[in-house]
């Protein structure tokens, strides 16, 4: 967020291109489906990185899980910048969920 108030912000992004009603879906669109998205884009690249080790891959996106989601319940105390969301947690859960899923029907049985 520091960063975001040094550099200067182009003149093309204070301009709002679409404008959403406030509603549920909104919401969710605006602030939950990021964070899954960072989320699932991170669980993508470690299993990139470690491609061919499967054991070494399981490890690293197990602790990047913990990782997220301590950070995530952190955010109820005021040492941890960012506000705490129950549905970025269930986001979290839901994107992590859907990748497993695609990943064992898709990847490892074509390994197997």
């Known amino acids: 967020m520091i960063l975001f108030k ?23 669109l605006k602030y939950n489906l990021p964070d899954m998205f960072w989320f699932v884009s991170a669980i993508l690249f470690l299993r990139f ?19 997220g989601f301590v950070f995530e319940i952190c955010q109820l105390s005021e040492k941890v910048p960012g506000t705490f969301d129950w549905l970025d947690l269930l986001f979290f859960g839901i994107g ?8 064992k029907f898709f990847i490892l049985r074509r390994c197997l």
Do not use: D, M, N, R
């Open 6 to 28: 040094i550099v200067p912000k182009p003149e093309f992004a204070e301009s709002v291109l679409i404008q959403l009603k406030p509603s549920v879906f909104s919401y969710v």
């Open 49 to 67: 990185i470690w491609f061919e080790k499967i054991k070494i891959q399981t490890v690293y996106i197990i602790c990047f899980y913990v990782i």
């Open 96 to 103: 992590a969920s859907v990748e497993g899923l695609l990943y």
